[in-house]
C-alpha cells in the first residue's frame, strides 16, 4: 500500500539502525519524548527500542486525548445522561474511561443510559435530526485534528437550524502542553526527567503546521521533528534528533512531508477560528491546570454550547488510588512504574485511561508484551 509498506522495510529499517547507532555519541544519552499516543504505538508495535543504541530512551508523552481528558468531565458527561436525560454521543475509546467511584459511561450505558458509540460528528447530527424530541449532545474530545469536524458540525447545525444539538468541548492544543511540561519543575528544577528532544505530532501537525513549535524548540533549546506514524518515519526522526543535538542545533525539522507543511492546513485553521476560541484555563489529567492549553465555543455559537445549554459546573475529581497515568502522561514514570499494571489493570478491566485507550501508553506496554522484555541498559 503506497505510504504505508515503504515505511516499514526491514532492510531500510535495518540500514537506518546502522546509521543511528554511528551517528550516537557514547558519551552521552538521548531522551526523546514522542508526544502522540500514535508515535508510542508505532514504537511498540514494531519494536523500534530494540532497534536503538541503549543511550536512545523513549519518554512517552501525554499525546493521547481520551488518557488527557480529567475524570471531572467524563462525570460531567454522566450527569448529562442521568440528569438531563440527553443522547449522549461520543467515540468508542471513552465509554470504559474510569470515571469517578469507578463508574463509566459504559455502565451507565448499560444501566440503560442512552449513550451511544459514534464514529464521527456527522453520526452524531443524524441522530439529532432523527429525534428531534431529545436534546443531542457530543462529547468531543481531542487535539487539533479532531477540531475542524467539530467546527464543521456546529455550522452544519446552524444552518439547518438544529434545535437539539450540542457539543460538549474538550479540545485540547498540542503546543500548550509541550511547553507546560518543559516548564515543569520535573523538568526544570529538579530535573529528574531529561528531555533532549521532542518528535511532533504527524496528524495534529498536518492541520496546524510546524511553525506553531518553533517558540519553544527556541525558547526551551530542544529540538523539535514533526515525525510520521510508520516504523521508519520514528527512525529516520530519531536520526535527525540525535543529529541536531550532537550538533547543538534547536529546531523544528519535518520528516513527515508528505503531509505537514509550515503553515498547516490553513482552510481548516479558518474553520475553527471561526468557531472556537481559547480558555483560559483547562485541567488535563496529568498536567493539572494549563493555562491556554484548550478550546471553548465562541459566544456567537453559543446555543450550540452544552456547557451553556446545561450548566455544566467545574467538577474535580480524584484519580484512582495507585494509578500512576499522571505521571505517566508527564513522562515523569512508565507503565511499569505502576503497581496496577497487569497485575488488577489490564486492558479487559482498566483502572485508568492510559490502558483505555488504544493510544495509551499502558496498553501499548501491554498490548505488544514489551514489558516483559529487560530493559535496554542505559549508556
Ligand atoms: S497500569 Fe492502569 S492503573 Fe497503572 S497507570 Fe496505567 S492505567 Fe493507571
Excluded at 185 to 190: F, G, L, Q
Aim: charged letters at 20%; one cysteine or more.
Amino acid at each position: 500500500m503506497k505510504y504505508v509498506d515503504e515505511f516499514r522495510q526491514h532492510k531500510l529499517a535495518k540500514q537506518l539502525a546502522a546509521a543511528i547507532r554511528d551517528e550516537v555519541d557514547t558519551g552521552r544519552s538521548y531522551h526523546l519524548m514522542e508526544f502522540c499516543g500514535g508515535h508510542t504505538h508505532a514504537i511498540f508495535r514494531y519494536g523500534v527500542q530494540d532497534l536503538m543504541p541503549g543511550n536512545v530512551r523513549f519518554i512517552h508523552g501525554p499525546g493521547c486525548p481520551v488518557c488527557v481528558l480529567p475524570v471531572g468531565r467524563i462525570d460531567n458527561a454522566i450527569h448529562l445522561v442521568e440528569a438531563e436525560d440527553v443522547i449522549l454521543c461520543t467515540y468508542g475509546d471513552l465509554l470504559r474511561v474510569p470515571a469517578s467511584g469507578r463508574n463509566s459511561l459504559i455502565k451507565v450505558k448499560a444501566a440503560g443510559g442512552d449513550v451511544r458509540m459514534v464514529y464521527s460528528t456527522q453520526d452524531a447530527l443524524n441522530i439529532a435530526r432523527e429525534n428531534p424530541a431529545r436534546q443531542v449532545v457530543f462529547l468531543a474530545i481531542g487535539f487539533e485534528t479532531t477540531t475542524p469536524p467539530s467546527a464543521v458540525a456546529l455550522q452544519q447545525a446552524r444552518r439547518e437550524g438544529l434545535k437539539n444539538f450540542s457539543l460538549f468541548c474538550n479540545h485540547v492544543l498540542t503546543p500548550a502542553a509541550i511547553q507546560n511540561i518543559l516548564e515543569s519543575p520535573e523538568v526544570r528544577e529538579i530535573g529528574s526527567v531529561a528531555i533532549h528532544g521532542f518528535f511532533g505530532p504527524s496528524h495534529v501537525s498536518s492541520v496546524i503546521g510546524s511553525r506553531p513549535y518553533e517558540f519553544f524548540a527556541e525558547e526551551f533549546q530542544r529540538p523539535v521533528v514533526i515525525a510520521g506514524f510508520e516504523p521508519l518515519d520514528v527512525m529516520q526522526s530519531v536520526l535527525m534528533l540525535i543529529r541536531q543535538l550532537n550538533q547543538g542545533r534547536y529546531e523544528v525539522e519535518n520528516e513527515y512531508t508528505r503531509v505537514v507543511t509550515r503553515e498547516g492546513n490553513q482552510k481548516a485553521q479558518r474553520l475553527v477560528a471561526e468557531v472556537f476560541e481559547l480558555r483560559r484555563s483547562f485541567e488535563w489529567r496529568g498536567l493539572g491546570l494549563v493555562p491556554y492549553s484548550a478550546l471553548k465555543i465562541k459566544a456567537d455559537y453559543q446555543e450550540y454550547d452544552a456547557e451553556q445549554r446545561f450548566q455544566i459546573p467545574v467538577s474535580p475529581a480524584k484519580e484512582v488510588k495507585g494509578c500512576e497515568c499522571p505521571a505517566i502522561l508527564r513522562g515523569a514514570k512508565r507503565p511499569t512504574d505502576c503497581k496496577l499494571f497487569g497485575v488488577v489493570c489490564t486492558p479487559d478491566n482498566p483502572m485508568g485511561s492510559c490502558m483505555v485507550s488504544s493510544e495509551g501508553a499502558c496498553a501499548a506496554y501491554w498490548s505488544y508484551g514489551r514489558f516483559r522484555q529487560p530493559e535496554a541498559k542505559s549508556a
